[in-house]
């Protein structure tokens, strides 16, 4: 099915067999909880419930398990995010932004059209863009998506094979033996459910290097972040590890859940003093060496200025 106003249907894959209908296993899923069984038939005889291969769907025949069903859900109430996505570089193959925080790189749960990806697919009238690769909703900075799906996995592959080198910035307090740069190294591990990662035993698979290259204000100072490798919260957890948690974090060291509430209620007031600072790569089409900075940083003052938008 083809995105609609920027966002892209939404794939539900039936987890139940014979057993139930189509439709009740639709009516049983969390994502789609709230859908009016009514609305759900009106969908189903309008052609906008399909297989995977596009062909519409009866609601009463027997689920087959694991099959893969595609509809438009509707759209969540979400806060705006109150912070313009400046357009870093535009060409026929990638466009690079400087994404705020609070901004979600693409739909996920809540987060729907607050997403730099729906923001960039109506700005630019075309449902072709598409990431290659992630940031963090809280982490703010330089973002690279294609426009076309046949370069696509070209560009994917830099960070798939780490080609590409990224630098961040983060503000946390001062700790002086940092000036000299210190590499931290473990193996990190997130499962699904639980909102913090965490640092097991075993070979190391998140390994960066930290150090304090300014200071700030009220005793802070601002680190330069390199990562080598790019699991889940890995800078996060690494500046915790060293006693340096990161301003802003509503995770690590310590969870804190009247941090991480504020956006929910519109208050962008506090966000997570980290920004993907710059990006760097050979071209994958034409060999030529791309490197792109962001304007941001991590001693802004961040009080809104405008309504959510793009220049």
Not at 45 to 57: F, N, S, T
Not at 106 to 115: A, D, I, K, N, Y
Not at 209 to 217: K, N
């Amino acid at each position: 099915m083809p995105a609609r106003d920027g966002v892209d249907a939404t794939r539900v894959v039936l987890r139940s067999g014979p057993e139930c209908t189509v439709g009740e296993c639709l009516r049983a899923t969390p994502a789609l909880a709230g859908l009016d069984p009514e609305d759900l038939v009106s969908r189903a005889a309008g052609g906008e419930i399909v297989d995977a291969e596009g062909r519409p769907v009866d609601l009463s025949a027997p689920a087959r398990l694991n099959t893969s069903v595609y509809l438009y859900r509707d759209l969540p109430d979400e806060p705006a995010i109150p912070f313009d996505l400046p357009i870093l570089h535009l060409d026929d193959h990638i466009v690079v932004v400087d994404k705020p925080h609070f901004l979600a790189t693409m739909p996920r749960g809540r987060h729907v059209t607050q997403t730099a990806l729906v923001r960039l697919r109506r700005h630019l009238g075309t449902d072709l863009v598409s990431p290659a690769h992630r940031l963090d909703r809280l982490t703010a900075g330089v973002l690279l998506f294609t426009l076309r799906p046949e370069v696509r996995a070209r560009y994917q592959a830099l960070f798939a094979e780490r080609l590409a080198t990224k630098e961040y910035r983060a503000l946390a307090a001062v700790r002086e033996d940092l000036v000299v740069t210190h590499t931290v190294a473990d193996r990190i591990e997130k499962t699904a459910g639980d909102l913090r990662a965490r640092v097991v035993e075993g070979e190391a698979n998140a390994i960066s290097d930290i150090t304090l290259v300014d200071r700030a204000a009220g005793g802070l100072g601002v680190y330069e972040l390199r990562p080598f490798t790019g699991r889940t919260h890995q800078l996060r957890m690494h500046m915790a590890h060293l006693g340096v948690g990161i301003v802003g974090d509503p995770l690590y060291p310590e969870i804190r859940p009247d941090l991480a509430g504020l956006p929910d209620r519109g208050d962008f007031s506090q966000p997570l003093r980290l920004i993907a600072h710059s990006l760097t790569f050979d071209d994958p089409l034409t060999g030529d060496r791309r490197h792109f900075e962001s304007a941001r940083s991590v001693t802004d003052d961040l009080t809104p200025p405008n309504p959510p938008g793009l220049p």
